[in-house]
Nanobody
């Protein structure tokens, strides 16, 4: 199995910044991509940002120019730097890893427990 441990959530004022971290551990053969999703009350979970093992990144339109995702392949860790935070960024943020446990198993999605980000004055 793959365990994802998130950190860095909290309460921040509008315009402030937070950095989320997520470390993957376990019997991992390969990680194809890692990323962050979020879910606000009453809304569906949505992609925030993702980074592939080769370094290509994807961002939701709502966070482009404000959030930056980065990764450390050697540490199986992904980060997202969130700047210029808005109240609408308030949500539970979930770490995701698309990983394979062995060479002959297809990769699948793994999820962290989630960390709360609240943007409020």
């Amino acid at each position: 199995q793959v365990q994802l441990v998130e950190s860095g959530g909290g309460l921040v004022q509008p315009g402030g910044s937070l950095r989320l971290s997520c470390a993957a551990s376990g019997s991992i053969f390969s990680i194809n991509a890692m990323g962050w999703y979020r879910q606000a009350p009453g809304k569906q979970r949505e992609l925030v940002a993702s980074i592939a093992s080769g370094g290509s990144t994807t961002y939701a339109d709502s966070v482009k120019g404000r959030f930056t995702i980065s990764g450390d392949n050697a540490k199986n860790t992904v980060y997202v730097q969130m700047n210029s935070l808005k109240p609408e960024d308030t949500a539970v943020y979930y770490c995701n890893a698309y990983a394979a446990l062995t060479a002959w198993r297809r990769p699948r999605n793994y999820w962290g427990q989630g960390t709360q980000v609240t943007v409020s004055s």
